[in-house]
């Protein structure tokens, strides 16, 4: 089966503070994605990657980079956390070419 | 820009029939998918369509119209364990072509 790690499924942060969400996929995907959920707004692309050492930003990169040293490893970092991303944060990969995508099990962030 | 319109809410009997629609206008189109997603859980994969017409599976099928931009997924013999959202998506052109674009999703809930 499939599978997508992500590091935390709940995190409490303060303002400020940088923040590392880490995922691993155990498929050898070529692009890894991550999201933020949020209730009325659905899933939001923040970035995305097809290969190591690349990245493309998603609908709302602001506030958000990312890292993919390694194939199987995409991190999530936010700088310098702000209250308004609180948020449900969802890692998903995908095999080239192809439109599924298998998610993590998601890492819910609040910050103080 | 891109947009995705799916109902809310939605509420059937278990045993009957569902049909949940998705209509979408978006900058480019090379698929559109059909996720589930039960309440605290990861997104999971469901149907996907590339070209016009029915694709069944198995109590699941999903409809497609490029033309109109519109999409159903269609549920029979709903069972509780049916409650959860359903998400549509578009897979937008580009390289890989993994880029979901998300609708907010419609909350289906199954009474007894």
């Known amino acids: 089966d499939v599978k997508v790690t992500q590091s935390s499924r709940y995190l409490v942060k303060r303002t400020g503070e940088k923040v590392f969400l880490e995922c691993v996929q155990d498929m050898d995907h070529e692009n890894m994605f991550w999201y933020r959920q949020d209730p009325g707004l659905g899933l939001r692309l923040i970035y995305f990657s097809y290969d190591v050492k690349m990245k493309e930003k998603g609908d709302i990169p602001e506030g958000y980079s990312v890292s993919r040293e390694k194939k199987e490893r995409f991190s999530l970092i936010l700088e310098s956390a702000s209250t308004n991303q609180t948020s449900m944060y969802l890692c998903a990969s995908g095999l080239l070419g192809t439109g599924e995508l298998f998610f993590g099990e998601g890492s819910r962030l609040t910050v103080l | 820009g891109q947009n995705i319109d799916q109902p809310t809410e939605m509420t059937a009997t278990e045993g009957a029939i569902v049909q949940i629609n998705c209509t979408y206008q978006?900058?480019?189109?090379?698929?559109l998918f059909w996720y589930q997603q039960h309440a605290g859980e990861a997104p999971t994969f469901l149907s996907y369509?590339?070209?016009?017409g029915l694709e069944e599976k198995g109590r699941f099928s999903s409809f497609l119209s490029r033309s109109k931009g519109y999409s159903y997924l269609l549920l029979k013999e709903l069972q509780m364990k049916d409650s959860a959202s359903y998400l549509c998506?578009?897979?937008?052109?580009?390289?890989?072509?993994?880029?979901?674009?998300f609708g907010t999703g419609t909350r289906l809930t199954v009474i007894p």
């Open positions: 369509n590339v070209l016009d």
């Open positions: 978006t900058s480019g189109f090379n698929g």
């Open positions: 998506a578009v897979s937008l052109e580009g390289p890989g072509a993994n880029n979901l674009f």
